[in-house]
């Protein structure tokens, strides 16, 4: 079946870095979206995007649709404690148009 | 503003019992999805529903079983649980329309089967 390649599986940084991670698929989608999952707790929605080439912030979070709709990257600017959980990508595309999401991303974040 | 709940919260069950987990969205959300989380395998689409009475199989069906009498409520059932279905699951939903890709997820409930 389709698969969402994330990378990297687990970030450990200092607070204030800024941190980056990506999303890859072997089809083409037509919508990236960014979740962050806190512990213990359910995935929420960060970002959405529709568009190849589209750059979307929410705060000191910024996420783009590559321009060859097979990939996602999300940046996170000056981390704070707060931003430590899982991050996801997911995309809806390809043979089946379903949603479907990447494995995750750990970010830790060392005050 | 109760959102969407799930409960138990926690369930430890012997293999063979059926289980079944509750959802319930105040939305009036058209779409309810059942995930499982699983270290290495990220969020995996169990069921889905696109409304009440239609239901539909998603990535990692076998062995779980879904109703939607009512548009609120989505329970999933374990009909005989497994050790391989020792997981957390994680209930959502969305809007219809465009937007229905944005999902809203429970807090999870943790399945451990002994």
């Known amino acids: 079946g389709q698969q969402l390649n994330q990378s990297p599986q687990s970030m450990f940084i200092q607070e204030g870095e800024d941190v980056s991670m990506n999303c890859t698929s072997s089809?083409?989608?037509?919508?990236w979206l960014w979740y962050k999952q806190d512990p213990g707790e359910g995935p929420v929605l960060l970002i959405a995007?529709?568009?190849?080439?589209e750059l979307t912030s929410n705060g000191r979070l910024t996420a783009q649709f590559g321009i060859t709709r097979k990939d996602s990257f999300l940046n996170i600017s000056a981390s704070i404690p707060s931003d430590v959980g899982i991050y996801f990508c997911?995309?809806?595309?390809?043979?089946?148009?379903?949603?479907?999401f990447g494995t995750g991303t750990l970010l830790a974040v060392q005050p | 503003d109760a959102g969407i709940t799930q409960s138990p919260r926690y369930k430890i069950t012997e293999t063979g019992r059926q289980v079944t987990l509750m959802c319930h969205q105040t939305?009036?959300?058209?779409?309810m999805f059942w995930y499982r989380q699983d270290l290495g395998h990220g969020l995996r689409l169990i069921y889905y529903?696109?409304?009440?009475?239609?239901?539909d199989k998603g990535e990692v069906p076998d062995g779980y079983v879904v109703s939607r009498s009512k548009t609120e409520n989505f329970p999933l059932t374990l009909e005989s649980a497994t050790r391989s279905q020792t997981s957390v699951y994680f209930c959502?939903?969305?809007?219809?329309?465009?937007?229905?890709?944005?999902?809203?997820f429970g807090s999870g409930t943790q399945l451990s089967v002994l």
């Open positions: 529903s696109a409304a009440a009475d239609i239901t």
């Open positions: 939305w009036s959300h058209s779409y």
């Open positions: 995007l529709y568009k190849a080439g």
């Open positions: 089809s083409i989608f037509n919508t």
């Open positions: 997911a995309g809806r595309g390809g043979a089946t148009n379903k949603l479907i």
């Open positions: 959502a939903s969305s809007p219809d329309g465009l937007r229905r890709e944005k999902l809203f």
